[in-house]
């Protein structure tokens, strides 16, 4: 069955630096998302991506975020200057539609560790 | 503000002991709410999708419902390999139309052989 991957699982870094997620979604879907968790909180949406551009963004989603589909099967979201509140899991996912008949279907996550 | 809430936080059951999970939704207008399945360092996977009040799904020992308020997710005859965290999602109608997933907070449910 065709899944959504992300690389990489676990991704420690200094505080300030840049980071780079990266997602290989379903590949005959259009639409994509990040989502983030923080330890013990519920799952938060960040971003909707279709059609190279961004459709709807969160309040989280603030200029230190981007995201980028750089070819035909990556889908990537960066963060310009980590802190330390960045630190949570973060989940790409893809739909075939963005209605709901068309439900999105997630990868296994990054875990950031910010230090 | 459409939000979610999901009941109870954590749910101990004995194998073969049925119970129902609830998630309780207030949103503008549902498109669809969604149940994933959470096991420990994984995403949610998929399980169903309902889409107006009255509808119900099934898949195994899992039955689905859905209200004009809630949903519950019935578990009947459980076996420890259902032990996860299940997580309830709401899609809204809105101006965004973006396909936008609003979570609940997830009820962990362990099942002891």
């Known amino acids: 069955e065709p899944e959504v991957t992300q690389t990489p699982s676990h991704q420690v870094t200094q505080m300030g630096q840049e980071v780079i997620l990266r997602c290989v979604p379903i590949?005959?879907?259009?639409?994509f998302y990040w989502y983030r968790q923080i330890l013990g909180q519920k799952v938060e949406f960040l971003v909707s991506?279709?059609?190279?551009?961004?459709?709807?963004k969160s309040e989280i989603f603030d200029d230190q975020f981007s995201v980028e589909r750089p070819d035909g099967s990556n889908f990537t979201l960066k963060i310009r200057s980590t802190k330390l509140e960045d630190s949570a899991m973060y989940f790409c996912a893809s739909s075939e539609a963005r209605g709901a008949n068309q439900p999105q279907h997630f990868g296994d996550g990054t875990r950031l560790s910010i230090l | 503000e459409d939000q979610v809430t999901q009941s109870p936080e954590a749910l101990r059951l004995q194998e073969g002991e049925s119970s129902s999970l609830n998630c309780s939704y207030t949103?503008?207008?549902?498109?669809?709410l969604f149940w994933y399945r959470q096991d420990p360092g994984k995403g949610p996977e998929f399980l169903f999708t309902l889409y107006s009040a009255g509808e119900e799904k099934e898949k195994e020992r899992l039955k689905a419902t859905l209200t004009k308020k809630e949903s519950f997710l019935h578990i009947t005859a459980p076996k420890p390999e259902d032990s996860a965290t299940y997580l309830c999602?709401?899609?809204?109608?809105?101006?965004?139309?973006?396909?936008?997933?609003?979570f609940g907070q997830g009820t962990t449910l362990q099942v002891k052989p």
């Open positions: 999602a709401v899609q809204a109608y809105g101006s965004s139309n973006t396909g936008k997933l609003i």
């Open positions: 949103v503008s207008g549902l498109r669809g």
């Open positions: 590949s005959n879907h259009l639409y």
């Open positions: 991506f279709y059609n190279n551009e961004i459709s709807e």
